[in-house]
């Protein structure tokens, strides 16, 4: 059977740690990116050369028209979806509430929240057995900072994903009875290109003395979590989060 998955934010970090494990893992990947197509079509590339089926596909998913016109494009080329990750996300520079602009609040939530819950809307319609479906499993990529606060440097990001988080909760209970689960991965400090979005290239470093694990971890490392509780090995586990964090 074609297991097909759709991973947001997959041209980098996170994103394509997990497109490159779930190919190997046997899904069939539609790669998002929402600017980057050099480096998204990398990592179909990558796949394709071990043997994987995979596509990139162009969406911002904060533009609901284009993540229509996204899921209609994997529809129309791999098939039913019976996966989805929403890892597309963005920080901003390390700041105070006080510090910070509406304009900003409302980047970090159109992007990270909004365009979580239009991404998991859609794949909803498609793999709900009350939509005719065979069921499927989605993984919100959340944050540690939704636990901790991010005081002083990515407070509006906390509070997205804390959003995110009681999301995960309420979607795994609305879709359990329809072969749906919903869980989440909360990630600690991880060495991405995220931190140098935010000002902050050296972040993991300065801070992993605060990890009880004291080092920063993987994209990889990530990957493993989110495509265990994508795989039928999870096949009990719904309304789940697992901190992938070190022990912070």
């Not at 009350?130 to 990529?141: A, E, F, P, Q």
């Not at 991405?192 to 990889?220: F, M, Y």
């Amino acid at each position: 059977m074609n297991k097909v998955l759709l991973v947001t934010g997959a041209s980098r970090g996170i994103g394509a740690a997990t497109a490159l494990l779930a190919a190997q893992n046997g899904w069939s990947v539609a790669v998002n990116y929402t600017a980057n197509s050099l480096a998204a079509d990398e990592v179909v590339r990558q796949i394709r050369a071990s043997g994987g089926h995979a596509m990139s596909v162009q969406a911002d998913v904060a533009d609901e028209a284009q993540v229509l016109r996204m899921f209609e494009h994997v529809d129309a080329k791999m098939g039913r979806l019976s996966g989805l990750v929403n890892n597309a996300g963005v920080v901003d520079m390390s700041a105070r509430l006080d510090e910070m602009s509406v304009a900003r609040f409302k980047r970090m939530f159109d992007i990270n929240v909004i365009g979580s819950l239009i991404c998991a809307r859609e794949a909803v319609r498609r793999m709900s057995t009350l939509h005719g479906g065979d069921g499927g499993s989605i993984v919100n990529v959340s944050s540690a900072a939704s636990r901790l606060g991010s005081p002083g440097q990515y407070l509006d990001y906390a509070a997205a994903k804390g959003a995110i988080d009681a999301f995960t909760l309420g979607l795994a209970k609305e879709v359990a009875a329809e072969g749906i689960r919903v869980n989440a991965v909360r990630p600690g400090l991880i060495e991405t290109e995220i931190h140098a979005s935010g000002g902050l290239p050296n972040r993991v470093k300065d801070l992993q003395h605060l990890v009880p694990a004291k080092r920063g971890g993987t994209a990889q490392e990530v990957a493993e979590g989110i495509v265990w509780l994508l795989s039928d090995k999870a096949s009990y586990t719904t309304m789940s989060f697992l901190d992938i964090s070190g022990g912070r």
